[in-house]
């Protein structure tokens, strides 16, 4: 997970301001509430969903060929097939 702290960090890097004499947290918050904000809604654009769910454990042994298939354990409920690089245009 990445911190604010680490991305005002980088962003202070950038700016030649490591000390934070200048742009201190206060500064930097809204540029990046605005970045995240313009983020989600290219993802949105593009059908990539976000989400800070986690799905159930899936165990899988080293002899597993076939996760879903007869012998394998079955596919976790509501499992979506995306393909990204389909739907990103370059």
């Given amino acids: 997970m990445v911190y604010a702290k680490e ?11 490591l000390d934070a004499s200048y742009f201190t947290n206060e500064i930097l918050l809204e540029p990046l509430k605005t970045a ?10 593009y ?3 976000v989400t800070n769910d986690e799905s159930a454990a ?4 080293t ?4 996760i879903g298939g007869p012998t394998g354990p079955p596919l ?3 499992l979506r097939d995306y393909n990204f690089y389909l739907k990103l245009k370059f």
């Fill in 7 to 17: 991305v005002f960090n980088r962003m202070r890097l950038h700016l030649n301001d």
């Fill in 36 to 45: 995240v904000d313009d983020l989600r809604g290219e993802l949105y654009n």
């Fill in 47 to 49: 059908d990539i969903p």
């Fill in 58 to 61: 899936l165990i899988v042994t």
């Fill in 63 to 66: 002899a597993i060929t076939d």
């Fill in 76 to 78: 976790p409920v509501g």
